[in-house]
């Protein structure tokens, strides 16, 4: 697939687009290239953008090219553990659901559903007004994780929120864990 065609199917026809998806075999890492890092990159460069804005408009002050950096590497980092470790994990999950434990599978699911929460980083960064957009991503990214379940991982259709919700909270618990700690090393707020 296509990267913009497998972005619509993702946003517009979620059901259908795994439906299709996982009667079709693809190894993570092809995902991971071919349509994961894009999106994991766009999130991560919208959370530096909303870093910048944020430190202009609370503390006055401008961050350096080196500071934006560090913030884009530690966002790409914490979002790419989240997929990879996340879609594992999941993975293990969903068999106390009833599902399968299937790591590529989950990997995938992880990537996709989390597309619309990297384009409202985008979206967020326009302007600090809109970081309300971010929460509608974060909903968005629920619904699409209840909807791939059931055809990725075979979640049964009745286990399928609190899956969701555990998914929900093992995701975004891993990225927002790395991006704590990767910027308190480096001393950095996150």
């Known amino acids: ?3 913009l065609k497998a972005l619509i199917g993702i946003l517009f026809s979620p059901a259908y687009f795994y439906r299709k ?5 693809y190894g993570s890492g092809e995902w991971f290239v071919l349509y994961g890092l894009p999106v994991i990159v766009a999130g991560a460069a919208g959370r ?3 870093v910048l804005n944020r430190a202009a408009v ?4 401008l961050l350096m090219a080196w500071q934006m950096l560090v913030v884009f590497i530690i966002s790409l980092v914490a979002y790419t553990i989240s997929v990879w470790i996340g879609g594992h994990l999941l ?3 969903s068999g106390a659901f009833g599902g399968r434990e299937d790591s590529n599978a989950g990997v995938i699911l992880c ?3 989390y597309t619309p929460f990297m384009i409202s ?3 967020g960064a326009i302007n600090p007004f809109m970081n309300p957009v971010i929460f509608l991503g974060i909903a968005y990214t629920l619904f699409l994780f209840s909807r791939g379940t059931g055809y990725m991982l075979g979640t049964p259709e009745g286990r399928t929120t609190g899956f969701t919700l555990i998914a929900f909270f093992i995701i975004f618990g891993l ?3 790395v991006i704590f700690l990767i910027s308190n090393m480096f001393a950095f707020g996150g």
């Open 111 to 113: 990537m996709t559903a």
């Open 58 to 61: 609370e503390q006055g002050e």
């Open 91 to 93: 993975s293990k999950l």
């Open 21 to 25: 998806l996982y009667g079709q075999v």
């Open 1 to 3: 697939m296509k990267f």
């Open 48 to 50: 530096m953008v909303r």
């Open 121 to 123: 980083q985008l979206l």
């Open 175 to 177: 990225s927002h864990l």
